[in-house]
């Protein structure tokens, strides 16, 4: 197997099972995850990361493969007590989850940066691989919708995706800067591979992307970047990004998120039961890449791990 630094970039929960595969592949510190932080929020006194917690927890091996998100083994009377106090609870937080929460919303107050604390937590749990935010600073996906702007969480989880999408604003994204090492290892000249993970490209990949010099470093770097479809035969594995592409106008089809990358990578996974979108994908300036990506298993997480990563070697220069 070649060397290098490998990149990820991940959302949540489908982001979360391709860094998975990738970090059983024996990459150990080359893998580098980075991962979105626009989901973010303060919540109950909280600092809430919902994305970087699924990978996190996804890595560690606690997190919930039954729902996607959150810990297994959980427990919820932290929530019917809140809800007894006629406190807000419709963003639900486990008992095991909620040390988490508590652990990084003291570290942030004594002045650590969500890296260090992020890498912290990540030693304690035996990770080997590097996860970070895309960036320390704050930045929060606003979701414009015909009922008004809304937080990314209230529009996802309090109003279920139910207000109709007509866009997405990143607050802060021109202040912030992009996490340390994942600029270095953009930069670096020995970079094996760029892989955008199965996640929204729209709320989970465009802050990366948005992120000062970002895309900058990434149309220059001779790596290959490569992403995953998040849509296979038309729908979102997870999450409302067939939704929100119906609603902005889009044909909900892995052609669409595509042609959203098209200019920054080099090569596109679709699943299998798309193939017939491959000769349209190929005509974009990009190899079309044929494979099983829905992950219900560990053995497809891994699976689909090896074939990007030899996807990779192959578009090498």
């Not at 995850?33 to 091996?61: K, M, Q, R, W």
């Not at 937080?93 to 940066?113: C, I, K, N, P, Y």
């Amino acid at each position: 197997m070649a060397k290098g630094q490998v990149i990820a970039l991940s959302g949540g929960v489908g982001g979360a099972k391709l860094a998975l595969g990738l970090s059983r592949l024996g990459l150990d510190d080359d893998l580098l995850i980075v991962t979105n932080v626009g989901d973010d929020f303060e919540h109950l006194g909280l600092n809430i990361c919902p994305d970087l917690d699924s990978v996190i927890y996804a890595l560690a091996g606690l997190n919930d493969q039954e729902k996607g998100w959150g810990r297994a083994d959980e427990g919820w009377r932290f929530m019917e007590a809140i809800g007894e106090l006629g406190a807000e609870n419709w963003f639900n937080l486990g008992d095991r989850d909620l040390a988490m929460h508590v652990v990084r919303t003291q570290a942030l107050a004594r002045g650590e940066s969500l890296t260090q604390v992020t890498a912290a937590i990540t030693r304690q749990l035996g990770i080997t691989a590097n996860v970070v935010p895309m960036t320390d600073d704050p930045v929060r996906t606003m979701v414009q919708t015909t009922d008004g702007p809304l937080a990314f969480q209230h529009y996802f989880v309090r109003d279920q995706c139910a207000p109709v999408v007509t866009g997405f604003e990143f607050d802060g994204i021109r202040q912030a800067k992009p996490q340390a090492d994942f600029m270095a290892a953009l930069r670096n000249p020995d970079l094996r591979a760029v892989i955008i993970t199965p996640s929204n490209p729209f709320v989970s990949v465009d802050p990366i992307l948005h992120l000062l010099g970002v895309r900058d470093a990434l149309e220059a770097t001779t790596a290959p970047i490569i992403a995953v479809s998040p849509i296979v035969g038309g729908l979102a594995i997870k999450g409302p990004a067939a939704k929100m592409m119906t609603e902005l106008g889009m044909p909900s089809t892995a052609l669409t998120v595509a042609e959203h990358y098209e200019g920054l990578i080099d090569g596109f996974v679709l699943d299998e039961s798309d193939a017939v979108l491959a000769d349209d994908i190929g005509s974009l300036d990009m190899r079309a890449l044929l494979a099983q990506t829905v992950m219900v298993s560990l053995e497809d997480r891994e699976s689909l791990a090896d074939y990007v990563i030899a996807a990779v070697d192959e578009l090498a220069p």
